[in-house]
């Protein structure tokens, strides 16, 4: 039923390609941008999906998104594949890096005549199947998609699956250089202030940058693609952001004055639950490319409300096996209960056995407070982790979507950012939106364990005062008539209009 288009549909009726990056976060975040397009627009907008082989493999093995169903219609998303550079059974994150995938999968759709080409412009390369596209939703990160939506005369918006914040440090690299602030040296003086990124100027620091600031270098192939994102940023005809307005601070009006056309319709996943709510769709689903051990979830059901916290860093940090062994001991001396993601590939340099078997050989008081009091899974529902009762805080990677996920359940954060806009997010959770803590730099179990009590005690009130106020903006921000709702309701419309 995938593959089919709804028989009333003309030919010339609005078609959107999605495209999005072949990793976790992107994949999740546009999955649900396209389920909200078609519940939205009640099927009257049709939806490609354009991935890899590998992570409609993975989705297909893991996800339940396919078996969403409404009562009134049926939202239909076409899958489309392109093969990719991963091996069947290699971790998503695997050995690729991101900015591997990414040049990949840019040098693809910039051939012309290839598979990936002909599936942006007709979303199929079967004549039977082929229906004009007539507007492209790309990655961010595809740099190279104003180049490529222009030569195939196709508007193009570009889907933003990081944070705002973030981006705008991408955006200003350029500036940073020019104002001298940027190369500056491995690890001198991180806490020196940043001053050309405008409206951050009062907090942003050296060790907020994203983490390929410390030693930059401009051959870094990530930097590459970023410099070229932010170059083409102002090409797009609009941008979608994963965020709210109330959620954003005095740098929003500089990303707006480089692209005035801006669609703030997040959090995404909040949106789309109350958009299926209204349709009365009934099932939930989820996009993982992981399979979801649900037994956490029995688990939490027999702890106190607010007692437990829950430890992920997301699906591409990594940790060396002592960063994880400061966690450990952090945790367990902290005497709080914990629910602890260790996904695999997790650690640098070992093997999944490898850590395992290491593991059972840890000092006899770990494992013990670990029965005790943990929990361990390889992945977690996260989403539903969050909104149990018995989650009392969230030591997260500040990754865009574990934010938004714990800022709508209203679940205060310990930062430990590792790469990209997490650098970013944590200093805006600590210092902006005071919800949480910023633990940045620092792996130490004393360190660890003493924020962990801060979190879950000492500041505890303070800090859920201002992580229920935040939660109240974003549900106000999806309902009828707040602005994520206006501006989900607004890209739809543009969406039907849209021309080159
Ligand atoms: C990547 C980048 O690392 C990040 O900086 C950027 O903001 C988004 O893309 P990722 O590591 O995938 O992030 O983290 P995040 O954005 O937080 O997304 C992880 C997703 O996986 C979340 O939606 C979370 O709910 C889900 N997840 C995580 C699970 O479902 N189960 C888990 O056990 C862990």
């Not at 060790?207 to 932010?230: G, H, M």
Request: with cysteine; net charge negative.
């Amino acid at each position: 039923e995938d593959h089919i288009f709804h028989q009333e549909e003309s030919p010339s009726s609005p078609h959107v390609v999605i495209f999005p990056l072949p990793i976790q976060g992107p994949i999740n975040c546009m999955l649900k941008l396209a389920h909200l397009i078609l519940y939205s627009s009640q099927s009257t907008i049709s939806v490609t999906f354009l991935t890899t082989d590998f992570i409609r493999r993975r989705l297909d093995l893991n996800s339940t998104f396919r078996s969403v169903t409404t009562t009134n219609y049926g939202p239909h998303i076409r899958f489309e594949t392109v093969p990719d550079l991963v091996g069947p059974d290699e971790d998503p994150r695997g050995s690729r890096h991101v900015a591997e995938l990414t040049r990949f999968m840019e040098d693809q759709a910039k051939a012309e005549g290839s598979r990936l080409r002909e599936v942006l412009a007709y979303g199929s390369t079967e004549a039977e199947l082929k229906k004009p596209v007539t507007c492209i939703i790309a990655d961010g990160l595809y740099g190279c998609m104003a180049d490529v939506a222009q030569e195939l005369r196709l508007p193009l918006v570009y889907m933003e699956t990081i944070s705002p914040c973030g981006l705008w440090t991408y955006i200003c690299l350029p500036n940073m250089l020019q104002a001298g602030e940027l190369p500056f040296q491995g690890k001198e003086d991180l806490d020196a202030a940043i001053t050309s990124v405008p409206g951050m100027e009062t907090y942003l620091r050296r060790c907020d940058l994203p983490s390929f600031c410390r030693a930059y270098d401009p051959n870094n192939p990530v930097i590459k693609l970023i410099l070229n994102e932010a170059k083409n940023f102002p090409r797009a005809q609009g941008h979608i952001f994963n965020t709210f307005d109330k959620l954003e601070g005095d740098y929003f009006p500089h990303i707006q004055a480089s692209c005035p056309n801006l669609y703030n319709i997040g959090p995404l996943h909040l949106n789309l639950k109350c958009r299926m709510i209204q349709h009365k769709a009934t099932n939930s689903y989820s996009n993982s490319l992981w399979l979801e051990d649900r037994s956490c979830l029995e688990w939490l059901d027999a702890q106190p409300p607010k007692s437990v916290l829950f430890v992920s860093i997301g699906s591409i940090a990594v940790m060396t096996w002592d960063q994880l062994m400061e966690f450990w001991y952090g945790l367990v001396n902290s005497k709080t209960r914990f629910l602890w993601v260790r996904r695999p590939c997790l650690i640098i340099g070992l093997s999944d056995e490898e850590v395992e078997s290491r593991a059972l050989g840890v000092a006899e008081e770990v494992l013990v407070g670990t029965k005790e009091r943990g929990c361990i899974v390889s992945w977690a529902p996260q989403e539903e982790v969050l909104a149990h009762e018995a989650i009392g805080g969230f030591l997260t990677h500040s990754g865009w979507n574990s934010t938004l996920e714990s800022i709508v359940e209203g679940v205060p954060m310990i930062c430990w950012p590792c790469l990209a806009d997490q650098q970013a997010n944590s200093r805006l959770v600590s210092k902006v939106w005071k919800n949480g803590l910023d633990m940045k730099d620092s792996c130490n179990r004393v360190v660890v364990e003493e924020m962990i009590k801060e979190l879950m005690e000492t500041k505890r009130d303070e800090l859920l005062v201002r992580a229920n106020e935040m939660a109240k903006l974003a549900a106000e921000a999806v309902a009828k008539g707040g602005s994520s709702y206006n501006d989900l309701n607004r890209l739809l419309n543009d969406i039907k209009l849209m021309k080159f």
